[in-house]
């Protein structure tokens, strides 16, 4: 199995193609592009030939959503074959994946939802992964969720979970800053111990995003939608996690409400500063 190379330690952006045009006309705007792999599993189009364009110039990371990674059914063959040719196709230096649920049988879900944290599950997802790996010839990151429910079954706190499927199957971890908040927040934990407690030596990417909130009798529920700003406490424990991990590459996703490209720019701003910041001090403890 190959273990590609690390992305840039630079933050990237989801890419849309409502921003193609604007991309062109800033080029090296953005350290690199993630896009889901679903979109692009159909045979060609304008999305593709979008996508080919951006793939010369820059570096590319593939996000997938439809794997299904906690199931309980085997990981869906045609599913992974098609993933499988986005990878060849495109050569992305990473491909991720969501430590979730999304379809039982032949129902298919919108969503990415969560399961028990069990002996039996981990057993389970660690099957799904080596399975995964072994037919994309790489590693693969798998990321932290964002959850709206706990289960009373569940014996393996999630920061062991992760930790024990990386030690596993050897996988990566994608640290989702914004789902780390979401959670924490829902469930009345403290962010920065998830942090303290993550299996840092696994980590391989990064990701920033913005959360709804809805409030109803006095509770707060945040929701994970990629549709708003990120929020400053986002932002903070992502300062955090660049002091306990080091930098990495970071992306920031906005998959709804999707705002002109100079909005998206601004927030690369914030978060490249907080990455050139913690690459100084990087630089700075070697040559001490």
């Given at each position: ?139 693969i990151l798998i990321e932290n969720p964002a959850t709206y429910l706990l ?29 780390i908040y979401v959670s924490a927040t829902n469930h009345g934990f403290d ?44 932002f903070a424990l992502y300062e955090k996690a660049l002091q306990r991990i ?43």
């Amino acid at each position: 199995m190959d273990h590609a190379p690390s992305l840039p330690p630079a933050v990237g952006v989801g890419f849309r193609p409502q921003h193609f045009s604007a991309i062109l006309e800033r080029p090296g705007s953005v350290g690199f592009f993630e896009v889901h792999a679903e979109n692009y599993m159909g045979a060609g189009g304008p999305p593709h030939a979008m996508l080919e364009k951006i793939r010369r110039d820059y570096p590319l990371s593939v996000h997938g959503v439809g794997l299904s990674i906690g199931g309980r059914d085997p990981i869906d063959a045609a599913h992974l074959a098609r993933l499988k040719a986005v990878d060849e196709r495109y050569q992305p230096t990473l491909v991720s994946e969501h430590l979730a649920w999304s379809s039982h049988g032949v129902n298919f879900y919108n969503d990415l939802l969560p399961m028990p944290l069990t002996a039996e599950t981990l057993a389970r997802v660690v099957g799904h992964v080596d399975c995964v790996q072994a037919t994309l010839q790489r590693q693969i990151l798998i990321e932290n969720p964002a959850t709206y429910l706990l289960f009373g079954s569940s014996t393996i706190p999630e920061t062991e979970f992760l930790a024990e499927l990386s030690r596993r199957t050897g996988c990566g971890l994608l640290l989702d800053i914004n789902n780390i908040y979401v959670s924490a927040t829902n469930h009345g934990f403290d962010p920065y111990a998830y942090l303290d407690d993550f299996a840092v030596n696994a980590v391989g990417e990064f990701h920033l995003g913005g959360h709804h909130v809805e409030e109803s009798n006095g509770e707060r529920l945040l929701i994970d939608t990629h549709g708003e700003a990120i929020a400053d406490a986002v932002f903070a424990l992502y300062e955090k996690a660049l002091q306990r991990i080091g930098p990495k590459p970071t992306l920031i996703e906005r998959d709804n409400d999707v705002p002109a490209w100079e909005e998206l720019a601004s927030e690369v701003a914030t978060a490249d500063a907080l990455l050139s910041a913690a690459k100084s001090n990087s630089r700075a403890e070697r040559a001490a």
